[in-house]
């Protein structure tokens, strides 16, 4: 199987498993999700809020693949993002059983983005961003 075919795999995946998932509304939170969370800028030298994607979390347990769960600069949830090694890719590594982190559960996904990424404090090594949008692509847009 061709890596565009994992992803695309990867995304009918994810945009099926969003809105069958839903089962308990997340507030806002503004603060660490917990569940061994902790914020990205803590752990690589990286801002505290990345334009495009907002403030991210992530269980460094699970790295380099995540969740990563993104807040808007309000503190509200408005993506899930895995960061998928090219190289895992390549080698027909099984990516199942990926979770979501507590406060995304319950989430309907909006729209699903992947974007390819060379590399970058934290995941140095290609990868793709596959992104579980919880907001409208316009919203989306708007983390600047």
Known sequence: MSVRSLIVSLLLAFALAGP??????VSASPVAPGDGFKKVSTLVKLPDF????????????????????????????VSTIYMVPLDELEAHKSLGNLSVGSPARGRPVDHVEVHFNAGHPGVDRPHYHVILWYVSPDEAASLK
């Open 20 to 25: 069958a998932a839903a089962h308990a509304e």
């Open 50 to 77: 990345i334009p495009g994607l907002g403030v991210l979390y992530v269980d460094p347990a699970t790295l380099p693949v995540g969740p990563f769960l993104a807040y808007d600069r309000d503190g509200r949830l």
